[in-house]
């Protein structure tokens, strides 16, 4: 018979201590650091990302301007005597519920009749028309207290800055009409919730300039704005604000004026 053998098993607590382990276990500390910074910056700067990118979209959808109503006005010598045509348009503007404030100096109005389309910018805008580098676009003679004034210079003036041109198509102007935190003012037109204006758009066209009122305003000399707002019309509206949804507004002029000089358009 063969003897029983035992079997044992060899109990060894010795570990490899050597340089070579040292420098793989650093290497992996290191990478891992690495790693961690990594992570550490790109989810910061995604996060600042979507916080910039959430603040814009927010403005974008809740930035709105809403017209309420539009108010066309004939120029006039006499209450008898009256041109055939709409030669200043006043439309009521607002803001939209929950919308952020607006800078009406950035905002850009376009109108068209069908035929002539004018893009127009505010009054006190110093750089759509403006040399290059400088700031001298404003409407010539623009004041920053007397809106009545304003509203004189755009129907009847030109200016000079990139070339010489008619106010009439190339500018609007406001006027406010609630103002409850006293924040608006034609050399800062900014419109907060709550506030309420007149945005004036010159419409006058050959017919008017003969004539020496448009409502309450003097003219000595009209200046024609290329649009000739007769009745049957198809008046097309936008206001685009700096950032923001555009608002629209369009109209079909009345079939007749009759004896009326101002006629409501819109809504």
């Known amino acids: 018979m063969k003897a029983n053998r035992r079997k044992t098993l060899l109990n060894n607590a010795n570990a490899q201590v050597g340089i070579g382990t040292l420098i793989i ?3 992996m500390v290191l990478v891992a650091a690495v790693a961690a910074a990594v992570l550490i910056q790109t989810s910061g700067t995604l996060q600042q990302k979507a916080q910039s990118t959430g603040k814009q979209a927010t403005q974008e959808v809740s930035s709105n301007l809403i017209v309420k109503n539009i108010e066309g006005v004939r120029a ?5 005597n009256m041109s055939s045509t709409i030669d200043l348009l006043k439309l009521k503007v607002g803001l939209n519920v929950g919308s952020a404030s607006v800078d009406v100096n950035q905002v850009v109005v376009a109108i068209t009749d ?3 389309a004018n893009n127009l910018v505010y009054a006190g805008n110093e ?3 403006a040399n290059t580098g400088a700031a001298d676009g ?31 198509d190339h500018y609007f102007t406001v006027d406010k009409i609630r103002d409850e935190d006293a924040s608006f003012s034609q050399s800062n037109p900014v419109m907060n919730t709550g506030d309420l204006i007149n945005l004036y758009i010159a419409t006058t066209s050959s017919s008017a300039l003969p004539h020496d009122y448009v409502g309450s ?3 000595s000399a009209l200046k024609d704005s290329g649009l000739n707002l007769v009745p049957r019309t ?5 206001l685009t604000p700096e950032s923001g949804v555009v608002t629209n507004a369009d109209f079909v002029t009345p079939s007749s004026y009759g004896v009326k000089e101002t006629v409501q358009l819109y809504p």
């Open 217 to 219: 305003t003097t003219t």
């Open 76 to 80: 006039k010598t006499t209450s008898t």
């Open 138 to 168: 404003e409407m010539t003679g623009f004041s920053s207290t007397d809106s009545a004034g304003n509203l004189q210079k755009l129907l009847t003036a030109q200016t000079t800055a990139i070339s010489t041109f008619d106010n009439a």
């Open 114 to 116: 069908g035929t002539t």
């Open 25 to 27: 276990f650093i290497a």
């Open 234 to 238: 198809v008046v097309n509206i936008v």
């Open 127 to 129: 750089k759509s028309y």
